[in-house]
């Protein structure tokens, strides 16, 4: 009777250590799905395949062009606790501004960056500069009229208007004081694309819109590279916002680097979707 006894116990213990152990898995399991969730609750839904880069070529240059969203401009409480946040990956320019806790999102419009994908290493690249872990911000550091500035783009029509009413020149912490936030002047088209010499374009009215109700000196400005999604307060403001946007896409489908050869082709000629 005693080894029986002893038998019995034995089974027992086993029997509840291995339902413990069955517990525990469901539970590590319960979890591990609850996190997931978690993460995937971080990021707002991604465009359908319909919405799509498109490559053009527009007075003999290629370029790429993105389809057109609305702007937002809600007004700032108090414009010095705003700051800029630019997505090359979805071509957009958001205002933010901190409010107490929160951080809220007051503006949205349409940009266009540079016609080669990729950070900024050398003048004459083509290409618009990014935030990195060792310069994890830029800021505004001059404000221009440039309604009579001109450019000539080497695409035939001289030297022309091109930057808008004006130019927030951008302290990008290299010493290159060439890259700005400026407007369309000529070029509206562009908007929202990749066609520029390295420089961040608006639609005139809405870099006249910035300037007038958000931007100052010493502003700061995010921009981020082509392969970096929405950061979680960026997620939370839209949600908050509750404005749908058009264009947002999957961070592994965008090129982080491009090389465009500016190749001369028939001005319109679709190459590439």
């Not at 949600?239 to 500016?262: A, D, V, Y």
Request: charged share 25%; hydrophobic share 35%.
């Amino acid at each position: 009777m005693k080894k029986v006894y002893t038998l019995v116990v034995g089974n027992s213990l086993h029997q509840r250590k291995s339902k413990n152990m069955g517990l525990l898995r469901k539970i590590f399991t319960l979890f591990s799905v609850a996190f997931c969730l978690s993460i995937e609750a971080q990021t707002l839904p991604y465009s359908p395949d319909n919405i799509c880069e498109k490559q053009v070529v527009v007075h003999g240059l290629k370029t790429t062009r993105a389809p057109a969203d609305v702007s937002i401009s809600l007004g700032a409480e108090n414009k010095n606790n705003c700051f800029i946040v630019i997505s090359k990956k979805d071509y957009y320019l958001y205002v933010y501004e901190k409010r107490l806790d929160d951080t809220v999102l007051v503006a949205r419009y349409d940009a266009c960056f540079a016609v080669n994908r990729g950070n900024k290493t050398r003048t004459g690249d083509m290409r618009t500069p990014h935030c990195t872990p060792s310069i994890p911000s830029f800021s505004i550091s001059q404000i221009c009229n440039a309604a009579s500035w001109k450019h000539d783009f080497r695409d035939g029509r001289g030297n022309i208007l091109a930057y808008g009413p004006y130019f927030l020149r951008l302290n990008i912490g290299t010493g290159n004081r060439s890259i700005g936030i400026h407007g369309s002047t000529n070029n509206r088209e562009s908007v929202p694309g990749l066609a520029s010499e390295g420089c961040i374009r608006l639609k005139d009215e809405d870099v006249r819109d910035l300037r007038n109700r958000y931007a100052f000196v010493g502003m700061k400005v995010i921009i981020k590279a082509e392969d970096v999604d929405d950061y979680p307060y960026e997620v939370r403001a839209m949600e908050q916002l509750g404005e749908p946007r058009l264009r947002h896409f999957r961070p592994q489908t965008i090129k982080t680097s491009t090389t465009n050869t500016q190749r001369q082709l028939p001005q319109g000629v679709l190459i590439k979707q």
